[in-house]
């Protein structure tokens, strides 16, 4: 007898783990699709932002010359980026069977909710796991509208009309966002190969660069009581760029230039907080790992002085980019 309570015991304990352990990452994925809304347009813009501001000219700088450059970017957040709309049935739709952990509270079936450049919500959550009954408030973004960061960058110049660029940014935040970038790019002109060719001619260069990227997205913290404690969204983005530039001076003072190249980004997510639940909304978002491929055009120019110069490159899309640059040959 005593053997049959133990097995009957031991069942229970079995099914109840399961269970357990289906709810936890029913509350997982349901956390996957809020962050990837949330997230999302974030790493969109990341792609802007790492792409920006490589290389102002095709022409080459002469060999073993230096140039240190500082750099000023800033994003700007168009209005259908910063909100996402979200419903009941969104979130029984990321499960084969069964209904969803997480509602929105109230009366309505769907809401619109900030993305992480998004301001403040009213909007609630709610739902039981591991018989914890709990709520939350939706993620509420950095209310920014523009989003800015500084970062240096050197060239030198090579043999055979080419320069490299390595640029570094270690952590820099400001209101909530936490940027780190870093990367490397090559530039080669090859107007060199036309039979005729000046300085002051129109000058033609290909570029190819690759950036790591790091962007953290802080929130109102979203706790559940023995579960779960969300505090912020963690970007890492991968960044290949080619392109072919275009170059013209006017004079000795006053330069313009334009680029057509593609993208090819690839990011992830991860939150940081702490909890039971914290390991397994991770894992799901590994998931999330994406590739994003896209044309990319930027227009800008410069205006030179004596031993410096002054850059600006404006790039448009589903994002408008611009960035500054004060350069100074050495």
């Not at 009941?88 to 619109?112: F, K, Q, T, Y």
């Not at 992480?116 to 009954?133: C, I, W, Y």
């Not at 072919?244 to 006053?254: P, Q, T």
């Amino acid at each position: 007898m005593k053997i049959q309570y133990l097995v009957l015991i031991l069942c229970v304990s079995f099914v109840s783990k399961s269970f357990a352990q289906d709810d936890l990452q029913k509350f997982a994925n349901e956390m996957l699709y809020i962050a990837d809304e949330f997230a999302g347009p974030a790493a969109e813009g990341a792609a802007y932002q790492a792409g920006a501001g490589w290389f102002t000219s095709a022409t080459a700088l002469k060999p073993w010359k230096v140039e240190v450059s500082f750099h000023g970017n800033a994003l700007f957040v168009p209005s259908n980026k910063q909100t996402y709309t979200i419903s009941n049935n969104d979130l029984a739709g990321v499960h084969a069977n069964g209904g969803p952990i997480l509602s929105l509270r109230g009366e309505g079936s769907n809401a619109v909710v900030p993305t992480a450049f998004g301001g403040e919500t009213d909007v609630f959550f709610e739902g039981s796991l591991l018989g914890q009954s709990f709520e939350f408030q939706a993620l509420e973004g950095v209310d920014k509208g523009v989003v800015a960061y500084p970062f240096v960058q050197a060239t030198v110049g090579l043999p055979y009309e080419t320069e490299f660029a390595a640029r570094f940014l270690p952590q820099f935040t400001v209101d909530g966002v936490a940027v780190t970038t870093y990367g490397a790019g090559l530039k080669h002109n090859f107007s060199q190969y036309f039979k005729f060719n000046n300085e002051d001619d129109f000058q033609a260069a290909a570029i190819i660069a690759f950036s790591k990227f790091n962007v953290e997205y802080e929130f109102s913290p979203v706790t559940i009581p023995n579960i779960v404690n969300l505090n912020l969204v963690d970007v890492n983005a991968n960044l290949w760029m080619a392109s072919v530039m275009g170059s013209k001076k006017y004079g000795d003072s006053f330069e313009v230039f334009g680029a057509l190249g593609a993208t090819n980004s690839s990011f992830n997510y991860a939150m940081g907080g702490n909890g039971v639940a914290l390991s397994p909304i991770n894992t799901a978002l590994r998931g999330l790992d994406q590739t994003q491929a896209q044309i990319k055009a930027d227009l800008g120019f410069n205006i030179y002085f004596n031993r410096f110069k002054i850059s600006t490159m404006a790039t448009a899309g589903k994002f408008f980019h611009l960035n500054l640059g004060l350069h100074f040959r050495i």
